[in-house]
């Protein structure tokens, strides 16, 4: 399975192409761009291997709304929605890969430090799929894996609120 950009089925930056713009549903942003909007401030870059807490995006929380996760390579943006705000078409969606994305957290992947760039210059990052099943997000109970990289387990997830085992997978970190 590889990564796709600019296809989050969910994100306002992922519209399909071929559906109306006026039948497509609108959606809330991901924790990148509103990070580089200046609209997220709770995000946690995270290095030691562990358990985190992470907040839906939708709305303002005292938990991190994103975990950011830095390789020698790339740099990992993990984050979750519901269905509220924005992204309350979530709800009704009849779609199998949209509706479930609220069950679980999902991965973007994006080169460099995105934040340090001039907020000119565009920075593409790509959804990470779990498996070779193309499930761009991780339900409890399931693992996405970067062989070689780095491990996200979600261990579940409660009134809004996801708990996720992050660990390394090369020896070197």
Known sequence: A????????WDVMGAEGDTPITSQPIGDFGALQKAR?????????????GVYQLAQLEQASTLPQALVIQTAGFQYWVDHREPVGNDAYLAQSLSTLTGEVTTGFEVHRVTGDPLAAP???????????????????????????????????????????????????????
Request: net charge positive; aromatic share 10%.
């Open 2 to 9: 590889l990564p796709i950009s600019y296809g989050d089925a």
């Open 37 to 49: 909007a200046g609209w997220l401030t709770s995000y946690l870059p995270i290095s030691k291997p």
């Open 119 to 173: 907020a000119t210059t565009l920075t593409p990052d790509y959804l990470i799929p779990r498996g070779k099943q193309n499930l761009y997000f991780t339900p409890p109970g399931s693992t996405l894996t970067v062989p070689g990289v780095l491990a996200l387990t979600a261990l579940a997830r409660t009134a809004g609120t996801m708990t996720i085992r992050f660990r390394w997978l090369d020896r070197t970190q």
